[in-house]
């Protein structure tokens, strides 16, 4: 079981916005930036959003991070096919003194 | 172009070592915080292990105390895993990750490589 909890899947419809929550505690979420990355089968993962919601270069406005307590939410804007991957959340922990990942979020579009 | 290339994975049995290393090339590696994160087959990702630039900060995930140690030689522009003691619970494809920013193990990775994959069976 991952210290930070993101739901198995979420789904949608070409054009909807959908929202993949990323619950922690105060010791990861509650007291430190949270990152987003996407993987698509068999390829390396990528930095989507880091510092909660900073876009690196090159990543769509589609795709917009934030925070509240010890919550964070990926929103997917505008959802296209090519959005069809698996999605987590990561952020340091002071408690276990090292990097926590969510269990990772399989996003369709149906 | 910025990239990260793993290399040393392989079958291993249980109790075995294997020592992983990554080359990193376009940027100043001597500059970044440096990371393992692994992943099972069909899993999610774990963290393994950060290492700041000037080795002074180093971090191990529980799974990896005691048995994997990291390093760095940034006159060779590489960072390394050595893991003894393996089990199959280590069997995964590992990937050596940049850091973006000055700070070690803030989870923002923001360079991967291509991964190596870690098979541990009898």
């Known amino acids: 079981q991952s210290v930070v909890t993101q739901p198995p899947s979420v789904s949608g419809t070409p054009g909807q916005t959908v929202t993949i929550s990323c619950s922690g505690s105060r010791s990861n979420i509650g007291s430190n930036t949270v990152n987003w990355f996407l993987q698509f089968p068999g390829t390396a993962p990528k930095l989507l959003i880091s510092s909660n919601n900073r876009r690196p270069s090159g990543v769509p406005d589609r795709f917009s991070g934030s925070k509240s307590g010890t919550s964070a939410s990926l929103a997917i804007s505008g959802l296209q096919s090519v959005d069809e991957a698996d999605y987590f959340c990561?952020?340091?922990?002071?408690?276990?003194?090292?990097?926590?990942f969510g269990g990772g979020t399989k996003v369709t579009v149906l | 172009e910025v990239q990260l290339v793993e290399s040393g994975g392989g079958l291993v049995k249980p109790g075995g070592s294997l020592r992983l290393s990554c080359a990193a090339s376009?940027?100043?590696?001597?500059?970044?915080?440096m990371s393992w994160v692994r992943q099972a087959p069909g899993k999610g990702l774990e963290w393994v292990s950060s290492?700041?630039?000037?080795?002074?900060?180093?971090y191990y995930a529980d799974s990896a105390k005691g048995r994997f140690t990291i390093s760095r030689d940034n006159a060779k522009n590489s960072l390394y895993l050595q893991m003894n003691s393996l089990t199959a619970g280590d069997t995964a494809v590992y990937y050596c990750?940049?850091?973006?920013?000055?700070?070690?193990?803030?989870?923002?990775?923001?360079?991967w490589g291509q991964g190596t994959m870690v098979t541990v069976s009898s």
């Open positions: 376009g940027f100043t590696f001597s500059s970044l915080s």
């Open positions: 990561a952020a340091w922990d002071d408690r276990v003194k090292g990097v926590v």
């Open positions: 290492i700041s630039s000037t080795t002074s900060y180093i």
């Open positions: 990750v940049r850091e973006a920013g000055g700070f070690v193990a803030t989870g923002a990775f923001d360079v």
